[in-house]
């Protein structure tokens, strides 16, 4: 399995550094590992850790992985690496690592093609391994979200998974659509819902920019066909949604206003139904109560200072 540029014997200590992100070690990782502890006297594993807790590509944890490897090989040292945006000062870490806990033997470093190795800029000699078969923890990670099991451990470990994040800012963008000079409001409502809200959604990682996301969720709830001018830009604020008031995730929301040019205003997406409201009626607290989602009271009251600040036609808006 292993790949030599130099005889491995005359090596004390076998370094490997990889990520080990699968549910359970795989026949390559087996083989790998056994090499190492049968051809070295010394044998330790340096496992990546990710600055993103819980990521999808790096779900497990230090410990989780340690234990994973302990369990089939325990007299290997396992020790972590965090991973760092330069190359240069990882490898000064990894190296200064190494040398504190063997600093006088002879070491190599074990990787494979899609390894560490092409960004490994230290001192020690590296070793490249051949894999073989096609074994990839990237198809057992896929496998395991697949998979639901009726065990006590397995819901355990749900549970630990999503506890062991960072707490969370989700990005929303929410649009105020302005017609007939800005007198009108468009809103929209959902089936499950008796009041409207402002069109908008949650913030996809495939848009490019705050902008194009409002525009995305304008089209999706509102109509394709609908055409506006351009977005602007009125406030970011921290929105109370009921879904996560017992939550330590909260959402915030970037708002966006615009005007209707043309086009038909249709429902789309989770909204069932649209309805053209007079602006000016909102000032009224008692109409803005009845009319409007709770959570969306900041921003239509957040509108309103935008739009007296560009001089709105709309005079007897109260302050």
């Known amino acids: 399995m292993l790949k030599s540029v130099m005889s491995k014997e005359k090596y004390e200590v076998g370094v490997i550094v990889g990520r080990f992100q699968s549910p359970r ?56 690496i965090k991973d760092m945006r330069s190359d240069l000062c990882w490898s000064r870490e990894l190296d200064k ?16 093609r899609d390894s560490f190795i092409k960004s490994y800029k230290g001192e020690f000699d590296i070793c490249e391994f051949e894999q073989n078969g096609s074994f990839s923890g990237t198809e057992m990670r896929k496998q395991a979200i697949r998979e639901i099991k009726s065990s006590c451990d397995w819901r355990e470990g749900v549970i630990y998974g999503a506890s062991n994040q960072y707490k969370k800012a989700i990005m929303c963008v929410d649009i105020a659509l302005l017609r007939d000079n800005r007198k009108e409001i468009v809103l929209g409502k ?37 055409e506006v001018s351009c977005l602007r830009y009125v406030k970011s604020l921290l929105v109370d949604d009921w879904r996560y008031r ?33 602006l000016e009626d909102f000032s009224n607290e008692y109409y803005l109560a009845k009319n409007l989602s709770e959570e969306h009271f900041p921003l239509m009251k957040g509108l309103f200072v935008f739009l007296r600040k560009e001089e709105c036609p709309c005079k007897n808006i109260k302050k």
């Open 190 to 226: 959902k089936r499950e819902e008796d009041k409207y809200r402002f069109f908008g959604g949650h913030v996809d990682p495939t848009d490019e920019s705050l902008e194009y996301a409002a525009k995305r969720e304008l089209n999706e709830e509102a109509g394709r066909n609908v």
């Open 97 to 112: 690592r190494i040398k504190e806990i063997c600093p006088m033997e002879k070491v190599v470093l074990y990787g494979g």
């Open 25 to 80: 070690l795989h026949d390559a990782h087996k083989a790998l590992l056994s090499e190492l502890s049968l051809t070295h006297k010394k044998a330790l594993v340096f496992l990546g850790v990710s600055p993103v807790l819980g990521s999808r590509r790096d779900p497990l944890d230090f410990e989780s992985r340690k234990r994973m490897i302990q369990e089939q090989f325990p007299k290997i040292t396992i020790l972590p």
């Open 246 to 278: 017992n939550n330590c995730d909260k959402i915030i929301t970037a708002l966006f206003v615009t005007d209707y040019l043309f086009g038909n205003i249709e429902p789309g997406d989770d909204i069932n139904e649209t309805k053209s409201f007079s």
